[in-house]
């Protein structure tokens, strides 16, 4: 399976920027999809993840911002991001993973077998 981040780009705060992760490969052994981010100096954090089955989980700080979608014909994910702040720069990383339980939704970095190369985020104030 691979996977491949775009999108990214420079947005002033309050702002909007949408990110696409393009997946290719044995896309059948996958069941959840996520976006992670990894600000200067910072972990790696989750932002929000999905599973095939629709169930979502979002970081506290982008919820109601944020909205993470997937479709399943083209084998997409879709990060919608809104209200942007200053605090969302970050490189952002698509991650898959595989199971065979159609909505477990993994919680740590870990768990995801796939990342993608990672795609910049900037939001100015």
């Known amino acids: 399976v691979e996977v491949v981040e775009s999108g990214g780009g420079s947005a002033q705060a309050g702002g909007s920027l949408r990110l696409s992760c393009s997946a290719s490969g044995n896309i059948e052994s996958l069941n959840a999809m996520a976006w992670y981010r990894q600000a200067t100096g910072k972990q790696r954090e989750l932002v929000a993840a999905i599973t095939w089955g629709g169930r979502t989980k979002y970081q506290d700080s982008v919820k109601g911002r944020f909205t993470i979608s997937l479709d399943k014909v083209l084998n997409t994910l879709f990060l919608q991001m809104s209200s942007l702040k200053p605090e969302d720069t970050a490189v952002y990383f698509c991650?898959?993973?595989?199971?065979?339980?159609?909505?477990?939704?993994?919680?740590?970095?870990?768990?995801?077998?796939?990342w993608g190369q990672g795609t910049v985020v900037t939001v100015s104030s």
């Open positions: 991650a898959a993973h595989e199971d065979i339980r159609t909505d477990y939704l993994p919680r740590e970095p870990y768990e995801y077998d796939y």
